[in-house]
């Protein structure tokens, strides 16, 4: 097999819990984003895009979608002979078979993968970052620093910084420290999760980390502190673009919203940095005579019959008569029935919001049993492929899935249907 210059392997098995019911049936990457992407397509695009050919995605949580949707990677060009995406799931050899039990663990159980295309260098990526990057000019700061390891740094808020991992740089930008959340920070250098590793340099710190029983087997925790303390250098690269952890409702919610406020900032009609993505075959969206749609987004299968502002909306959602969508995500194939009322809610895949429904961040009920920790900021959550009975209320900070002996007085679920 010809070597390559560089592969990306992206981590892409996380069950991002942080996101509540909307990963109950699907890996966090596999969560619809804008009108017609998924999360997974940001990494997928910018290896593309920066003439990464060889790309392995390490699935684990609830693959199924995942899986699917990449399947031989054809929408992003990464269907190849000599190359393309790979599916990489824990797997059982001779030694028998393990889950992926963190991050540097899952690269270790992939050395073999990794091996038969002998890089030069591998590219680390997590499957859930909306941003678009070119990882070439990555490589060349670590070419030119001679880097044993280089990693993707983005200046944050100073009063952010307990939310990350921090690198601490010398004058040269020279990671000399690494600090996992820290209270009082040094720097407000936080780390991407994108690093870049000379291959046979992070292939024997897979295993000296793996045979090593005290450790977690993480990047951050483990192996960059290890290669920090052995003397090895390794590099910031400072990146100043759009990024966005979308790991919370909240930064799920703020994200979409930034695609209406702030559209320069992630241009999706950049020709010379496409977004690639996989999409169903629909007619084109149709606005009804007496419909209204401002500073809103959304893509085809479309039908819209009442009031949308300030919304997202993936492929096939109906908007009904009457109703009111504002300041929503909804997910492709949602359905609000006539005379409903949304307001800062996400509605997942093929929902259906029967009529006279009103939902979200206006309606205050703080003893509902729907209130959710992971809902912030009065954002309400509609799990995927369920049928709301009618003329209900739901409050905002609510998730709405099925609830064990839930009081049927108090239950808004008519029906819950797979829709996979």
Not at 7 to 25: D, E, F, W
Not at 210 to 225: A, E, V, Y
Not at 254 to 274: Q, V
Not at 346 to 360: C, E, N, Q
Request: charge should be negative; include cysteine; hydrophobic fraction near 35%.
């Amino acid at each position: 097999m010809a070597k390559k210059e560089m592969i990306a392997m992206i981590l892409a098995g996380g069950q991002g819990s942080r996101l509540g019911v909307l990963t109950n049936t699907m890996a966090k990457p596999a969560i619809p984003f804008g009108s017609r992407y998924r999360i997974i397509d940001f990494p997928l695009s910018n290896c593309t895009n920066s003439g990464i050919d060889t790309v392995g995605v390490l699935t684990q949580y609830q693959p199924l979608e995942l899986n699917t949707y990449v399947g031989n990677g054809h929408p992003w060009d990464l269907d190849r002979n000599n190359g393309g995406a790979f599916i990489l799931p824990p797997y059982q050899n001779i030694d028998g078979s393990d889950w992926y039990t963190n991050t540097a663990n899952a690269i270790f159980q992939n050395i073999g993968f990794i091996d038969n295309y002998n890089p030069n260098y591998v590219l680390i990526l997590s499957g859930d970052h909306i941003y678009k990057m070119n990882y070439e000019a990555m490589l060349e700061t670590h070419l030119a620093s001679k880097a044993d390891c280089t990693i993707a740094v983005l200046e944050v808020p100073w009063s952010e910084t307990y939310r990350f991992g921090i690198m601490n740089t010398d004058e040269t930008d020279r990671i000399v420290e690494f600090e996992e959340k820290p209270a009082n920070a040094k720097s407000n250098l936080a780390s991407m999760g994108i690093y870049i590793f000379s291959w046979p340099q992070l292939r024997r710190s897979l295993i000296m980390d793996n045979d090593d029983s005290s450790s977690s087997h993480d990047f951050g925790k483990n192996i960059i502190p290890m290669l920090i303390s052995k003397g090895m250098k390794v590099q910031a690269y400072r990146f100043s673009g759009y990024w966005k952890d979308v790991g919370t409702i909240s930064s799920l919610w703020e994200s979409h919203m930034d695609l209406l406020d702030h559209p320069d900032e992630i241009n999706f009609r950049d020709p010379e940095w496409r977004i690639y993505s996989r999409n169903p075959v629909k007619p084109a969206h149709f606005i009804a005579k007496n419909a209204s749609v401002k500073s809103s987004c959304m893509t085809d299968g479309c039908r819209i019959y009442g009031e949308v502002s300030h919304s997202i909306l993936g492929h096939s959602v109906v908007v009904e008569e009457g109703a009111v969508v504002k300041d929503c995500v909804l997910m492709p194939g949602a359905h609000i029935g006539r005379n409903c009322h949304l307001e800062k809610c996400i509605v997942g895949l093929y929902t259906h919001i029967s009529d006279g429904v009103a939902a979200g961040a206006f309606i205050e009920e703080p003893d509902n049993p729907y209130i959710n920790k992971y809902c912030t900021e009065g954002i309400t959550v509609f799990n995927h492929g369920l049928t709301i009975k009618a003329n209900v209320q739901v409050p905002g900070n609510a998730m709405v899935d099925l609830l064990p002996h839930l009081d049927p007085s108090k239950n808004v679920i008519e029906e819950i249907h797979n829709v996979w």
